[in-house]
């Protein structure tokens, strides 16, 4: 396991479609969390689990936005109607109990058109 | 509400010259990060600091953390051209295993030959 995976890379969609982000997090690591970047700003939390439990949602996950994590080991992000505002980097990192560090992916990068 | 303030938050820097990048932060946390970000591309870890006093040093970098005053540097000695890029501090908070991070809005560093 070489780190964070997460697919696709880049990913350019009409508005009002819906995508999904996949995050594969370093095997041994319970905890995942996502973040957004928009241009020329830091990443900002989204949401983080706890093995396959939605444990925080940050007030800018809005009702369009929905995270899974079913097994406790993946995550998805999936963002319906999307809009322009969306256009963003997403994030995703992993870390345990022993070590809470975060690892962190080479990101999605989103361009809503 | 947690808040991480940098400064500056653009830096053009002649070659071989020195700075000191600050991060200051609202409230008490357990840990400080600081990244390095290439254009278009993910968070590279650059230090953990883990207590009052911590120094880290690599290469031509080194951090430093103050809890008391809740502020941290990240120097620069000695400028190369392969230092241009955007650096963020990220302080943790944790809450119930959720060691989220809240970033800085980072520093653009260029750096000129």
């Known amino acids: 396991d070489t780190g964070v995976s997460q697919n696709p890379r880049h990913k350019i969609t009409k508005r009002g479609q819906n995508v999904t982000f996949r995050c594969d997090p370093i095997?041994?690591?319970?905890?995942l969390y996502w973040y957004r970047q928009t241009l020329g700003q830091g990443p900002e939390f989204l949401t983080y689990?706890?093995?396959?439990?939605?444990?925080?949602k940050s007030r800018l996950l809005s009702d369009r936005f929905s995270a899974e994590r079913p097994k406790g080991s993946f995550s998805t992000l999936e963002i319906q109607r999307t809009e322009q505002g969306d256009s963003a980097m997403y994030l995703c990192?992993?870390?345990?109990?022993?070590?809470?560090?975060?690892?962190f992916g080479q990101g999605t990068r989103l361009t809503v058109v | 509400e947690l808040k991480v303030e940098q400064n500056p938050l653009f830096l053009s820097m002649q070659e071989g010259k020195n700075y000191t990048i600050y991060c200051n932060y609202s409230?008490?946390?357990?840990?400080l990060y600081w990244y390095r970000q290439d254009p278009g591309k993910s968070l590279e870890s650059l230090f953990v600091?883990?207590?009052?006093?911590a120094v880290k040093q690599e290469g031509r970098l080194m951090a430093s953390l103050d809890t008391k005053a809740r502020l941290s540097t990240l120097h620069i000695t000695a400028a190369v051209h392969d230092l241009s890029a955007t650096y963020f501090c990220?302080?943790?908070?944790?809450?119930?295993?959720?060691?989220?991070?809240?970033f800085g809005t980072g520093t653009r560093l260029t750096i000129i030959p």
């Open positions: 990192a992993s870390n345990s109990e022993s070590n809470t560090e975060a690892f």
């Open positions: 095997s041994e690591h319970n905890r």
């Open positions: 689990f706890q093995n396959e439990a939605q444990l925080e």
């Open positions: 409230t008490t946390s357990d840990r």
């Open positions: 600091l883990l207590s009052n006093g």
């Open positions: 990220a302080v943790e908070s944790s809450n119930f295993g959720n060691e989220k991070l809240t």
